[in-house]
T-cell receptor, first 113, second 114 residues
Framework: SQTIHQWPATLVQPVGSPLSLECTVE??????LYWYRQAAGRGLQLLFY??????ISSEVPQNLSASRPQDRQFILSSKKLLLSDSGFYLC????????????FGDGTRLSIL | GNSVTQMEGPVTLSEEAFLTINCTYT??????LFWYVQYPGEGLQLLLK?????DKGSNKGFEATYRKETTSFHLEKGSVQVSDSAVYFC?????????????FGKGTLLTVNP
């Protein structure tokens, strides 16, 4: 069966520090991969998605970037964190058809001090 | 573009009460529809889905029917439990393109009191 791993679970970082969040998927090949952010008490905002290795699409202009160095690895990064980057970050994968759902990781709670 | 509108709540019910969370959508193609649930501090879990008109998705006592004529996918449960307390998201996935992005509603917080 397929599983998705996301780490770390929680992270506290100072303003201006770099960031790297990692997401890996097991048990499937060539998944579509997604990064979402959920601000406190609010809905989900799609940040990036990827349909293949090295292919990244950005949904909103921001301080973050994403990379997909391997088929089942998706990384969210920043060179210098801002206070506004605080939130709950969720990685998800799908098998690449509209009828199949996205499957989410457990999320990373990021607090910027 | 695509959009999903759901009642934002919060919704507070007593145990064994009937639940309805309304969801309507706008889509350019023939979307698949989903309900996700998020328990406190966790990621989203798929609750149920429907991929074509008149399909009924069901799971854990929850049901939702894909109504193309009213562009709706309302979530219902006949008797809620305290353990159902969570945030519920309605979402659609359009069949167009290859990225299969989900468009989410803003979520509805449900609190069930004993």
């Amino acid at each position: 069966s397929q599983t998705i791993h996301q780490w770390p679970a929680t992270l506290v970082q100072p303003v201006g520090s770099p960031l790297s969040l990692e997401c890996t998927v097991e048990g499937t090949s060539n998944p579509n991969l997604y990064w979402y952010r959920q601000a406190a008490g609010r809905g989900l905002q799609l940040l990036f998605y990827s349909v293949g290795i090295g292919q990244i699409s950005s949904e909103v202009p921001q301080n973050l970037s994403a990379s997909r160095p391997q088929d089942r690895q998706f990384i969210l990064s920043s060179k210098k964190l801002l206070l506004s980057d605080s939130g709950f970050y969720l990685c998800a994968w799908s098998a690449g058809t509209a009828a199949l759902p996205q499957h989410f990781g457990d999320g990373t709670r990021l607090s910027i001090l | 573009g695509n959009s999903v509108t759901q009642m934002e709540g919060p919704v507070t019910l007593s145990e064994e009460a009937f639940l309805t969370i309304n969801c309507t959508y706008t889509a350019t193609g023939y979307p698949s529809l989903f309900w996700y649930v998020q328990y406190p501090g966790e990621g989203l879990q798929l609750l149920l889905k429907a991929t074509k008109a008149d399909d009924k998705g069901s799971n854990k006592g929850f049901e939702a029917t894909y109504r193309k004529e009213t562009t709706s996918f309302h979530l219902e449960k006949g008797s809620v439990q305290v353990s159902d307390s969570a945030v519920y998201f309605c979402a659609l996935s359009d069949s167009g393109g290859s990225n299969y992005k989900l468009t989410f509603g803003k979520g509805t917080l449900l609190t069930v009191n004993p």
